[in-house]
């Protein structure tokens, strides 16, 4: 499985970005897909998941609202379409995979992840 994240930039406060995370290797409807930051100096934090078929969806409450986690099943890509950015949401975006589907409880946690992207990192200025 290889998980290509890409689409990351500099933006001013109160645009929009798109991520892109293109999928090889895996099936999306057996599969959960998840979207992670890093801020600079802090941990990893969940931003964003689907789980299987895509109808259910969980989103960190600091962007809900403002990111939309959707896919593409004929190009096994995953977006997170990013609105109304702003400073606090600079951090390097990564994509993530699970082997099967994860249950409600768990989306949130990296560990419930097999897979990872390399990053791609976004930057939104005051």
């Known amino acids: 499985v290889q998980l290509q994240a890409s689409g990351g930039g500099l933006m001013q406060a109160g645009g929009s970005l798109r991520l892109s995370c293109a999928a090889s290797?895996?099936?999306?409807?057996?599969?959960?897909m998840g979207w992670f930051r890093q801020a600079p100096g802090k941990e990893r934090e969940f931003v964003a998941a689907?789980?299987?078929?895509?109808?259910?969806?969980w989103y960190a409450d600091s962007v809900k609202g403002r990111f939309t986690i959707s896919r593409d099943n004929a190009k096994n890509t995953v977006y997170l379409q990013m609105n109304n950015l702003k400073p606090e949401d600079t951090a390097v975006y990564y994509c993530?995979?699970?082997?099967?589907?994860?249950?409600?409880?768990?989306?949130?946690?990296?560990?419930?992840?097999?897979?990872w992207g390399q990053g791609t990192l976004v930057t939104v200025s005051s």
């Open positions: 993530a995979a699970s082997r099967q589907r994860v249950i409600n409880t768990q989306v949130r946690r990296e560990d419930s992840y097999h897979y």
């Open positions: 290797g895996l099936t999306f409807s057996t599969s959960s």
């Open positions: 689907f789980r299987g078929n895509g109808l259910n969806t």
